[in-house]
C-alpha cells in the first residue's frame, strides 16, 4: 500500500527512488496506460491556481518530489517525505531496467533534433535499450503525433513539452497512443542530449542543484526568484492548519 503525503495541495508518493523506479517498471510493463508526474514548487504553484491542472496531476499513477523546495515544504508542513526523486534520476532507473528487458521507449518533446540526438546518447549508454521513435515537442497536430506513438508501439514514453503542457498532455492523449507508461520530465532532453550540464553531484547532495542551474541559465532567475515565495507560503499554509 503506497503512501501519499499532501503538500500545498498535491499528493506526493512518499517513495525513496528505487522503490519508484520499481512502481514505474511495474506500469510499464502492465497492460493500461498510467502516467508520471514530477512537480517542482513551479509545477505545484501552478495547480494551486488550477484546478484542472491540480486534477491532472493528482491523477497521475506517481507523484514524484522533483526539488528540494518541495521537500523543504514538506518538513515545514509536518508531511516529511523520505527523499527527492528527481525525474531525470527516475528516468535512469527506468532506462537501467529497460535496457535489461529490451524495452521500447520513444521521446518527445525539445527543439526539433534533440529528442534524436537524447535517443542516441541513451543507445551507446544503456546497450539493450529499443528506441522507437522520436519526436520533437514544437507540434500543433496532436493527433498526427498520438498515431506516430502509436505506430511506434513503445513500453515508455518521455514527454519533455514542458509544465503545465507536459502534464495536460499526457492526461489528454496519453490513453490514445497504445503507450503503457507516460513520464512528464520537463527539460531532461536537453540534458540526455548533452546540450545542458546537470549539477555535479556535490551540489546535489547538498541540495543546491537549483543554484546551479541558475549559475548556468540566469534566464531562469525569473522563475526561481518564486521559489522563496513557495516556502513562506507553505509556512503559512502551516499556520493556517494550527489556528483552525
Ligand atoms: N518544450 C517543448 N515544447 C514546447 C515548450 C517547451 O518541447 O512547446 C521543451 C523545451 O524545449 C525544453 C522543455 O520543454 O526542452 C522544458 O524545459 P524546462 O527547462 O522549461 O523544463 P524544467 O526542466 O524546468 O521542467
Not at 28 to 34: E, H, I, K, N, Y
Request: aromatic letters at 6%; hydrophobic letters at 45%.
Amino acid at each position: 500500500m503506497r503512501v501519499r503525503k499532501e503538500i500545498m495541495g498535491v499528493g506526493f508518493d512518499d517513495l525513496t527512488l528505487e522503490e519508484a523506479v520499481a512502481v514505474g517498471e511495474t506500469l510499464a510493463a502492465g497492460p493500461d496506460f498510467s502516467y508520471v508526474v514530477t512537480p517542482n514548487p513551479e509545477i505545484v504553484n501552478m495547480a494551486r491556481q488550477s484546478p484542472d491542472y491540480q486534477r491532472v496531476i493528482n491523477q497521475a499513477a506517481l507523484v514524484l518530489p522533483d526539488g528540494i523546495g518541495v521537500i523543504h515544504a514538506g518538513r515545514i508542513l509536518g508531511t516529511p517525505l523520505k527523499e527527492r526523486v528527481p525525474g531525470i534520476d527516475f528516468a535512469a532507473g527506468l532506462l537501467t531496467r529497460m535496457a535489461q528487458t529490451g524495452g521500447r521507449l520513444f521521446l518527445l518533446g525539445a527543439k526539433p533534433g534533440v529528442a534524436e540526438q537524447a535517443g542516441q546518447r541513451l543507445c551507446e549508454q544503456y546497450p539493450g535499450l529499443c528506441l522507437c521513435g522520436t519526436h520533437h515537442g514544437y507540434f500543433t497536430d496532436d493527433a498526427a503525433v498520438v498515431q506516430t506513438i502509436r505506430q511506434a508501439q513503445p513500453d515508455v514514453v518521455f514527454v519533455c513539452l514542458g509544465a503545465p503542457k507536459q502534464e495536460l498532455w499526457m492526461a489528454r492523449f496519453g490513453p490514445e497512443t497504445g503507450a503503457h507508461l507516460m513520464a512528464g520530465l520537463g527539460g531532461v532532453l536537453d540534458v540526455f542530449a548533452g546540450n545542458v550540464k546537470r549539477a555535479p553531484q556535490a551540489w546535489q547532495k547538498l541540495g543546491l542543484e537549483w543554484c546551479y542551474r541558475l549559475l548556468h541559465q540566469p534566464s531562469r532567475l525569473g522563475r526561481m526568484a518564486k521559489l522563496p515565495l513557495f516556502l513562506v507560503s507553505a509556512a503559512r499554509e502551516k499556520g493556517r492548519r494550527e489556528k483552525a
